[in-house]
């Protein structure tokens, strides 16, 4: 039994390590480096800093903690089980194994308390900068006078891989540029990474770094230094106006007799010798899965002092909605998830006589319902007068100023889109969206993947869609990239044909439970149809545009910028008494998800005659044309001219389609 403070910390901080070594030895792969030395930062900041509810993970005003180095994910699953979060030690034991809560790397909709998906490195930081920029947002549209109900920390683990990651770099410069002050990362800077030594191509001096992006640094030269970390967290703490770092010195595989300290602790098991050395070293006995009854009680006093810092909170809450009601019934509707009332009652209807570009159209689209929705927020790579995404009337932000609409994230894609995805993570308040163009979505794509992974309600706009954007070339053309998009799960990607369908697509998209991308064309397109059935057409994905009488002898299917061409086509085919139907097929994803009879009532299984055109690459269009359609599209790179000459000399023009829907019959 312990006798003093001292030796009980001491026996908590091995018993955090002792569960990583553990679980990882079990599941035969694991990261237990990490958590062997980073354990006596998180200790600290978990015992002593972090203000949270294990019995109500998901209480508002809580402080976050993102484990950005996620390959270290059982130090986050030690604590986690310990303070009394539902995350048995059975779970533990069932690392990395099927169906358990516990994966190799953290997973936000899977295991309770976790609230980033982390692993890719950089990531998880560049979710800490979204979520207090969030917090930053929320508190200046929220607190009042003697009412402050948004006020907590973002702390991040961030590691020497996380340092390396450019999109680190990106957020991080963003994040002093915003004077964040309630940001604070905890490097654990134990110098080393998976190949060895991290000197190895790793050099700059991360303090000087961070001073020039305006960051408050500190250093802890022992991470074991237990009061030398409480001083450090204070200290950030009271740095109001800028975000802070902690660069801790510490030592891979802390306790291991022949690890510690080399890159071997980095990603594989100790191996049981190693092990049992290794509780020797720690003074803990050699049994697997061990927990002191008095480290059990001393971790799980978190669970009333969450109670009760919460329910402070809501005494807080309680009397600042009764002083503001109106504020009061926003913030429930936007916590429920919910869409306000009659947020779409505004959205435009655009006129057949008139082409539009969908980028211009989107721009008016969002104008018009973004007011009745003041927890929606974003913006855009520094292409605001291009993608047309900033919100009418509101503030831009700046230098030590966060809390504004319009983000100006400059060019830095990749830090754009995972900020955004940290907006998204702070708890569904927030509506976030991004825009840049559509090839840049190269530069985000891990981003939108850990977005659509983590099922995120964000909208990731993207201008510029194809070849249509012309003189540019073909490094701005994307003819890829729609198609990479729609290869990834749970990911909606929306190209509409016009204004309308532009409409339709924002008011289905800000329905779904989930991520989607809105493809935009930068160039002018007609305006087919005005009517509500576009509305109702988008909404499952795609439907019958035109039509004939009977059963078509050919259908022709389109999405975006293309669907007037194939109209076109449509129109020659009826009056050369060819019977003809045009579909457009603006969400593949929508589409796939409805029921058969819809699918079979939009592209019946007997016509196999069928084209497609769509301005990039023809691969995946066949599950739609068959194996006897015909699909048109671009191959290749494109070129630099006026988009009207491209798509003639590439073959995207109505007669193309005649002359292929008419080799079919």
């Given at each position: 039994?312990?006798?003093?403070?001292?030796?009980?910390?001491?026996?908590?901080?091995?018993?955090?390590?002792?569960?990583?070594?553990?679980?990882?030895?079990?599941?035969?792969?694991?990261?237990?480096?990490?958590?062997?030395?980073?354990?006596?930062?998180?200790?600290?900041?978990?015992?002593?800093?972090?203000?949270?509810?294990?019995?109500?993970?998901?209480?508002?005003?809580?402080?976050?903690?993102?484990?950005?180095?996620?390959?270290?994910?059982?130090?986050?699953?030690?604590?986690?089980?310990?303070?009394?979060?539902?995350?048995?030690?059975?779970?533990?034991?069932?690392?990395?194994?099927?169906?358990?809560?516990?994966?190799?790397?953290?997973?936000?909709?899977?295991?309770?308390?976790?609230?980033?998906?982390?692993?890719?490195?950089?990531?998880?930081?560049?979710?800490?900068?979204?979520?207090?920029?969030?917090?930053?947002?929320?508190?200046?549209?929220?607190?009042?006078?003697?009412?402050?109900?948004?006020?907590?920390?973002?702390?991040?683990?961030?590691?020497?891989?996380?340092?390396?990651?450019?999109?680190c770099m990106e957020v991080s410069a963003l994040a002093g540029h915003w004077g964040l002050g309630k940001l604070i990362f905890m490097y654990d800077a134990n110098e080393v990474t998976l190949d060895g030594p991290a000197s190895l191509a790793f050099s700059e001096n991360i303090a000087d770094r961070y001073r020039a992006w305006n960051w408050d640094v500190q250093q802890v030269d022992d991470g074991n230094d237990l009061d030398?970390?409480?001083?450090?967290?204070?200290?950030?703490?009271?740095?109001?106006?800028?975000?802070?770092?902690?660069?801790?010195?510490?030592?891979?595989?802390?306790?291991?007799?022949?690890?510690?300290?080399?890159?071997?602790?980095?990603?594989?098991?100790?191996?049981?010798?190693?092990?049992?050395?290794?509780?020797?070293?720690?003074?803990?006995?050699?049994?697997?899965?061990?927990?002191?009854?008095?480290?059990?009680?001393?971790?799980?006093?978190?669970?009333?002092?969450?109670?009760?810092?919460?329910?402070?909170?809501?005494?807080?809450?309680?009397?600042?909605?009764?002083?503001?009601?109106?504020?009061?019934?926003?913030?429930?509707?936007?916590?429920?998830?919910?869409?306000?009332?009659?947020?779409?009652?505004?959205?435009?209807?655009?006129?057949?006589?008139?082409?539009?570009?969908?980028?211009?159209?989107?721009?008016?689209?969002?104008?018009?319902?973004?007011?009745?929705?003041?927890?929606?927020?974003?913006?855009?790579?520094?292409?605001?007068?291009?993608?047309?995404?900033?919100?009418?009337?509101?503030?831009?932000?700046?230098?030590?100023?966060?809390?504004?609409?319009?983000?100006?994230?400059?060019?830095?894609?990749?830090?754009?889109?995972?900020?955004?995805?940290?907006?998204?993570?702070?708890?569904?308040?927030?509506?976030?969206?991004?825009?840049?163009?559509?090839?840049?979505?190269?530069?985000?794509?891990?981003?939108?993947?850990?977005?659509?992974?983590?099922?995120?309600?964000?909208?990731?706009?993207?201008?510029?869609?194809?070849?249509?954007?012309?003189?540019?070339?073909?490094?701005?053309?994307?003819?890829?990239?729609?198609?990479?998009?729609?290869?990834?799960?749970?990911?909606?990607?929306?190209?509409?044909?016009?204004?309308?369908?532009?409409?339709?697509?924002?008011?289905?998209?800000?329905?779904?439970?989930?991520?989607?991308?809105?493809?935009?064309?930068?160039?002018?397109?007609?305006?087919?149809?005005?009517?509500?059935?576009?509305?109702?057409?988008?909404?499952?994905?795609?439907?019958?545009?035109?039509?004939?009488?009977?059963?078509?002898?050919?259908?022709?299917?389109?999405?975006?910028?293309?669907?007037?061409?194939?109209?076109?086509?449509?129109?020659?085919?009826?009056?050369?008494?060819?019977?003809?139907?045009?579909?457009?097929?603006?969400?593949?994803?929508?589409?796939?998800?409805?029921?058969?009879?819809?699918?079979?009532?939009?592209?019946?299984?007997?016509?196999?005659?069928?084209?497609?055109?769509?301005?990039?690459?023809?691969?995946?269009?066949?599950?739609?044309?068959?194996?006897?359609?015909?699909?048109?599209?671009?191959?290749?790179?494109?070129?630099?001219?006026?988009?009207?000459?491209?798509?003639?000399?590439?073959?995207?023009?109505?007669?193309?389609?005649?002359?292929?829907?008419?080799?079919?019959?």
């Open positions: 039994m312990t006798t003093n403070t001292a030796e009980l910390d001491q026996l908590a901080i091995n018993t955090i390590r002792t569960l990583a070594i553990d679980a990882i030895e079990a599941a035969n792969s694991g990261h237990p480096g990490l958590p062997m030395g980073a354990a006596p930062m998180a200790y600290v900041l978990w015992s002593r800093h972090l203000r949270h509810n294990p019995r109500n993970p998901h209480w508002p005003n809580r402080d976050r903690f993102v484990l950005s180095a996620g390959h270290g994910s059982m130090l986050l699953y030690a604590l986690l089980h310990l303070t009394g979060y539902d995350l048995p030690l059975e779970e533990l034991k069932n690392f990395r194994q099927w169906e358990s809560k516990t994966p190799g790397h953290p997973e936000v909709h899977l295991t309770p308390g976790v609230e980033t998906t982390t692993g890719p490195l950089g990531q998880g930081a560049a979710n800490a900068v979204g979520m207090a920029l969030a917090e930053a947002y929320l508190a200046g549209r929220y607190n009042r006078d003697g009412h402050t109900i948004v006020d907590h920390y973002t702390y991040a683990i961030v590691s020497d891989g996380d340092m390396m990651e450019g999109v030398a970390i409480d001083a450090a967290i204070k200290a950030a703490q009271a740095a109001t106006d800028k975000p802070s770092i902690i660069i801790v010195r510490t030592v891979i595989g802390y306790g291991s007799p022949n690890k510690a300290g080399t890159s071997s602790a980095h990603g594989s098991p100790l191996g049981k010798d190693e092990i049992s050395l290794t509780k020797e070293y720690y003074s803990l006995p050699d049994e697997p899965f061990y927990i002191a009854d008095e480290a059990l009680e001393h971790f799980r006093r978190a669970v009333p002092a969450g109670q009760e810092v919460e329910s402070a909170w809501h005494d807080v809450y309680k009397a600042w909605a009764e002083a503001y009601p109106d504020l009061a019934a926003e913030w429930e509707t936007a916590l429920r998830g919910e869409l306000p009332d009659d947020w779409d009652a505004d959205l435009p209807v655009f006129p057949t006589e008139k082409a539009v570009a969908t980028r211009s159209a989107s721009g008016k689209v969002m104008n018009a319902f973004v007011p009745r929705i003041p927890t929606m927020i974003g913006g855009d790579a520094d292409l605001a007068g291009s993608t047309k995404t900033l919100i009418d009337g509101e503030p831009n932000t700046g230098q030590g100023q966060p809390a504004a609409r319009n983000l100006r994230f400059g060019v830095r894609e990749h830090g754009m889109g995972s900020i955004v995805n940290g907006l998204a993570l702070h708890g569904g308040i927030i509506r976030p969206y991004s825009a840049t163009f559509l090839t840049f979505s190269d530069y985000m794509r891990p981003a939108v993947r850990l977005g659509a992974l983590s099922h995120l309600r964000t909208v990731y706009v993207f201008s510029h869609d194809s070849i249509g954007l012309g003189e540019d070339g073909p490094t701005h053309q994307p003819v890829e990239h729609a198609m990479a998009l729609r290869a990834i799960p749970g990911l909606y990607v929306f190209r509409p044909a016009d204004a309308n369908e532009t409409a339709a697509s924002w008011r289905t998209l800000m329905t779904l439970d989930g991520p989607a991308t809105l493809l935009l064309t930068r160039q002018n397109v007609p305006v087919l149809a005005n009517h509500e059935l576009v509305h109702t057409g988008v909404a499952h994905g795609g439907s019958v545009l035109a039509d004939c009488e009977g059963t078509p002898q050919v259908i022709l299917i389109a999405s975006g910028s293309e669907v007037h061409i194939a109209h076109e086509a449509y129109c020659h085919l009826t009056d050369a008494g060819i019977k003809a139907r045009l579909v457009s097929l603006p969400c593949w994803e929508l589409f796939d998800e409805q029921d058969e009879i819809y699918k079979e009532s939009v592209l019946p299984a007997r016509v196999t005659a069928r084209v497609s055109i769509e301005a990039g690459v023809t691969l995946g269009w066949q599950k739609y044309v068959g194996l006897d359609g015909i699909t048109i599209g671009v191959n290749h790179f494109g070129a630099s001219a006026p988009y009207e000459r491209i798509y003639e000399e590439y073959g995207l023009t109505a007669g193309r389609v005649i002359d292929a829907a008419r080799s079919l019959l």
